[in-house]
């Protein structure tokens, strides 16, 4: 639609090539900066004297002989064992993902072919979860946790997690599915197949491209959880997100910030790569709810 | 579908809903109603050649007794939401009853963690939700008219900031505001005050955490309203143009109203997931000039003393207040819900 009357003036034009420079500026300068800091010494990353040493870094010269190191990552990983975090991180969304997803898509499914008023109400129940801050629900989780033992370990954060994840989930896959077409099913049940075999063989063959948005989604809330993950979670079994917590507390009065700072730059590098990947998802999700209400 | 198949259906999800957070939202409020046992105390006289002497201590064993007996601890009825950690009933009525001018009372009240905590969310909420909109519809008009290739680029670094963790991406800007950090220096040598540090001033700090927030969230609200911007009905436009309407006018009067739906799904989630403001507080280690609700749930949660009915308690305060916040969103659905029946 690049008609005469659609141009837009030379003066309006660097207006807004302008605009959109500096909210690219704002959006990606600090993890460049950050990335690149991560390479240096403490004294470098955070100078009194200039701001240019964090990028020429005159003092990790001196250290070190070259003007980038490592010794950031080493600390972090080897020696504060922070490859165990990053570990259980994988752990905890790989398991996350498909366990939500699994009765994620079962009840998103049942949901939409159900045309009972029923489904209304379980839906705004589920909006009402959606809306309650994970933080109030631990304290709920603490004490029965304690007194069955099931409080530190993996698998209890796990379940938890997938559990809060469920409204979301099934907002998301209940409006994926109602986009596909019912007489899909009902075809395949005047054939003989049971509601079961129907989702077994038409459905599960077309439902893809919604699931994997879901999917990315449930990734990056198990990713990104610090409250729940913080608090059921034993310092042997922590995730990468409470992990960098914990690091604030104890390096910075042995001088160790540089460890933390690798070590937020090694958890963003899986997130960086996602939206490389899946930005056509993650967009489409995110305006599928929207759009639609 | 019928009953059945659909009870078989939906029974893992509603069972994993109804074990993780229907009943941690009942257990949460039982706990709030209870308050930990006392300690056992155990009186001893010892008497000797000069005289008794009476001993108190701890009795360790009943004391444990006790608690494994009743783990909630003594029922305390609603005495812990009107402690002073909480709704702090006496002392706000000592401030009204004591005060001078209606300033000096809501001076007062911040005083009082509980309504600390609110002040700040409730500000939190109310100032970067507003101003995410006008950020994300900014920048979702400007990227519209890039060339397309462009766009996709755009797109790709605009994700970042809410793609990240909300304590990483703190984490990131508060080394940066550092006053040794990058921007920390750069703000001291544009205000021309080498002792300005950002983290030592209150108001400092929320502006701070509010910019946070706005960088955060606006993305989201940027990729919603670009969405709807793909949809916007070109006749409308072109007919608009053909009656002369100038640039401004056009967004104004065919692009705002095209949007506005748009802008009560941004605002009502939004207004939903600042009011939970909680990771940017830790990040930016923030505490000692703005606590949120969240985090005051938090802070009693950990360490070594677990505080768990004061924790219920705050929990129960800000389920009470989302409550609130949602109840225009419910009826909505429920509008909408109609409609379509």
Redesign the interface.
Known sequence: ?SSK??Q?PLS?RIA?YA??GI??M???F??L??LW?SFKVELD????TN?KD?LFGPRTEATYGSSLTGAGYEGAWIQEEFWRAVLNTFIVCFFVVCTSL???T??G???S????KYT?W?L??????R???P??????????FF?WNLWGILPTSI??L???N??FT?WMLHSFFQKIPKELDESAKVDGCT??QAFRHVIIPVMWPGVITTGLFSF?LA??D??VT??LLSKENQTM?PK??SF?GTTQTEGN?MF??AA?VS??VP??I???FF?RQ??SG??A???K? | MKHKTFFWFFLPTALAMLLFIAFPIISVVIQSLFTPHEAVLLTVENCGPFGCTTETSIDQEATAALKLAEPLGRFAGLSIYLDRGHLAVNEVAALWSGRESLGGFFDGLKNLPFYRAMYFTLTYTFVVTPLLIVLGFAIAVGVNSLHRHLKGLVIFFSLLPMIVTPLIGSLILFWMIDSRGVLGSAIQFLADDPDLSLKASTALTWITLMVYGVWHSAPFAFVVFYAGLQTLPQDTLESAMIDGASRWQQIRYVVIPHLMPLVTFVALIQLMDNFRVFEPIVGFNAEAHATSLSWIIFNDLGGETRLLSSAAATSVLTIIGVAILLSPVLVRTWRDFNAKT
């Open positions: 639609m009357a659609t837009q309006l807004i605009f959109i909210w690219l704002m959006a990606a600090p993890f900066w950050t800091g990353f955070f100078s009194i701001w964090a699994t009765i994620g079962l009840g499914y049942a949901l072919r159900s045309g009972f209304f379980l705004i129940i589920a909006l009402i979860f809306a309650m801050p933080i109030t629900l631990v304290s709920g989780y603490l004490l029965p007194e379940i938890v997938v559990a809060i469920q409204p099934l509601q079961f990056l990713y990104n610090f409250a913080a608090m997100v960098i917590a604030l910030v933390a700072v937020v958890a963003t997130l960086f996602l939206v490389m930005q993650i967009v995110l305006t709810g929207a759009v209400g």
